[in-house]
């Protein structure tokens, strides 16, 4: 079982910046690939990005590439998202989930879910 709680969600500024933070429990949580996704109103959720078990790999949409960062600290058991450059489309609920595979872009592919942190990016 892994329980996964995001933070640093908020409020900012078009072209400001933002970190999320997903926080994991569970001694095996490590050996999980993680990803992020987002779902804005009146929209599907969709894929952010995701990172390897090991933090080697990442893999993001094409909507983020250049402009958010995924990284983890696998010592904390941590999983961050930087955002640079922001939009008001990036404005959303920003989930963090953990996945058994070794990464996935792919929703339903992952097995637990963090409860979502609101970013709100003002033009």
């Known amino acids: 079982q892994v329980r996964l709680v995001e933070s640093g969600g908020g409020l900012v500024q078009a072209g400001g910046s933002l970190r999320l933070s997903c926080a994991a429990s569970g001694r095996t949580a490590s050996n999980y690939a993680m990803g992020w996704f987002r779902q804005a109103p009146g929209k599907e959720r969709e894929f952010v990005g995701t990172?390897?078990?090991?933090?080697?790999?990442?893999y993001y949409a094409d909507s983020v590439k250049g402009r958010f960062t995924i990284s983890r600290d696998n010592a904390k058991n941590t999983m961050y998202l930087q955002m640079n450059s922001l939009k008001p489309e990036d404005t959303a609920v920003y989930y963090c989930?953990?996945?058994?595979?070794?990464?996935?872009?792919?929703?339903?592919?992952?097995?637990?879910w963090g409860q979502g942190t609101q970013v709100t990016v003002s033009s």
């Open positions: 989930a953990a996945t058994r595979l070794w990464y996935s872009y792919r929703q339903e592919e992952y097995d637990y």
């Open positions: 990172i390897f078990s090991s933090g080697s790999n990442t």
